[in-house]
């Protein structure tokens, strides 16, 4: 069965410092991997996709994803967080239906 | 380009009533998917319509269903309200059908009482 696990509920950083928000899938084959972003009251915000190629992914907002096939991971980075980052992240597999997770709510500290 | 608009934006209601939702793609869209979030189950994957047809749907009772025009809008409805439907209802739009990118309303607050 398909499934994705985000295994931090929420995170907590220093502005300026990096980042790493991690994600697990399972899927009998390699599926189309996403990253949104939700800010409070609003809706989704794709950052970046995976659907075939290159492993490693640039999206919006200074924001990176890898692909690592033998980890069924798609982590996402990103080097120095600013303060209007924090929001909640979801990461989404579509295999053959499309599955969020559980969501990671980012903090950001002055 | 004008973004994918969700009316209404708070909606309440009492259980035993229906609900209608609508919601506009992004022009040249074909594809509408919707969802529910809820602070419990998360964002749940309720059905895509592409070009009028129903494509896929995901594990809700019947009492949720929903159409799709020919101009590409959506309607959702849900009949026999419970307390559980409590939710933000989030409609997506897409070119293609689903696996494609998709760009989500702001979302139907929909609360029952």
């Known amino acids: 069965a398909q499934s994705v696990t985000q295994p931090d509920i929420h995170i907590t950083v220093s502005e300026g410092a990096s980042l790493e928000l991690r994600c697990n899938y399972s899927y009998g084959a390699t599926p189309y991997l996403f990253w949104y972003v939700q800010s409070p009251g609003q809706g989704l915000q794709l950052l970046l996709k995976?659907?075939?190629?290159?492993?490693l992914v640039q999206g919006i907002k200074g924001f990176e994803a890898e692909f690592k096939r033998s980890q069924s991971s798609f982590n996402l980075r990103k080097p120095s967080v600013h303060w209007s980052d924090a929001a909640e992240y979801f990461c989404a597999v579509d295999g053959d239906k499309i599955i969020f997770g559980k969501g990671t709510r980012l903090h950001i500290l002055p | 380009k004008a973004g994918v608009t969700q009316t209404p934006r708070y909606l309440i209601k009492t259980r035993g009533q229906q609900v209608t939702l609508s919601c506009s793609p992004i022009?040249?869209?074909?594809?509408v998917s919707w969802y529910q979030q809820t602070p419990g189950q998360g964002l749940q994957f309720l059905f895509e319509y592409f070009s009028e047809t129903q494509r896929n749907k995901g594990n809700f009772p019947g009492r949720f269903s929903g159409r799709q025009f020919s101009n590409s809008r959506s309607e959702m409805n849900v009949s026999t309200l419970e307390l559980g439907d409590s939710a933000l209802y989030l409609c997506a739009s897409s070119l293609a059908s689903l696996p494609d990118t998709q760009y989500f309303g702001p979302g139907t607050r929909l609360t029952v009482l």
């Open positions: 022009s040249g869209h074909r594809s």
């Open positions: 995976y659907f075939s190629g290159d492993t």
